[in-house]
């Protein structure tokens, strides 16, 4: 009895903090469908006969924000930053974990070092720095991307290789492949839970990521979280309807890419965990 009273608190308490979480999603939801006015007076209220404009808003916001522009770069910005942090650092984790030295081990720490850094130290001068080496471009931001996302990625690729029986890496070595073939044709298959892990996780990141871009970038290139201040009018004016409607087009394909690899991450996170 007191077993099925406590999971029934559980489920309650499950049910308030999915409420709290997925209040802001439908209250930006529904106010984009509000006119702009009627959003600062009643941001809480659902839409009515009187204060329904539509789709005028996401009319407004995919013209004024130059929003299909935007979202070509935030895919090719997000798309290739996380297939190169996701090769890169998988190549790094398996090769410190598997060297057992002291300059892997000097690597490691470094990598972990790098997790603790605020960004917030760094970013005035990597973005001169960044400047200087005409990295303002969006090839140039898929590099910086790897170097901040490197740290969290080796550790979580190195926390899961340890996981991994040598045995299987040595018999391929005895068949006659080499590192770089024992790593793609046998490690890296095995990688696949932890991949898809990193991968969602520095795609949310990098997708809605706006201080680095905003540093970095010419003001050719922009991505979605750069367009939205595009919807900032003088002294402080706002098209609220319109922001609200280009963040809901901004939050629908993060979304359907969590849900659709939403179950490799506690897969990968546990299985990283066994021996990290």
Known sequence: ??????????????VILAVIFLAPIFIILFNSFKGKLYISDAPFKLPTAETFVGVQNYIDGLSKTGFLSAFGWSIFITFFSTIVIVLFTSMTGWYITRAKNKVSTVLYFIFVF???????????TMSKVANMLSLDNPIGLIVLYLGFGAGLSIFMFSGFVKSIPIDIEEAALIDGCNPIKTFFLIVLPLLKPICITVAI????WIWNDYLLPSLVLKSDYKTIPMAVQYLRGGYGAIDMGAMMAVLVLAIIPIIIFYLTCQKYIIEGVAAGAVKG
Do not use: R, W
């Not at 009273?5 to 499950?14: E, P, Q, R, T």
């Not at 790098?114 to 005035?124: D, G, L």
């Open 201 to 204: 996780l520095n795609v949310m």
């Open 1 to 14: 009895m007191k077993g099925k009273k406590s999971n029934i608190v559980i489920y309650i308490l499950l």
């Open 114 to 124: 790098s997790m603790i850094v605020p960004f917030q130290m760094v970013m005035f």
